[in-house]
């Protein structure tokens, strides 16, 4: 796992929108961040994100489920 400078494209909460870019988050440049800050270690990336659906669950009860589940661990492979 690579350690990488303090990222731009962090989550505002309880919105889960992008501080960034204002597109929901994880944004495609945070997707980008994540894949090299978690190289050699897809499993611990998905078990970040997973937490991370967790915690926007709890926020975003409006959002059906398997919509969340594509947003956080969809692109996660």
Known sequence: MKLSAATVHGPVLPLWSCSGCDQPWPCRTRQRELREEFDQ???S???YMGA???RASADLTWAPA???HRRFLGWVR
């Open 66 to 68: 398997g919509s969340l």
């Open 41 to 43: 270690a897809p499993v």
């Open 52 to 54: 991370q659906l967790v």
């Open 45 to 47: 990336l998905a078990l």
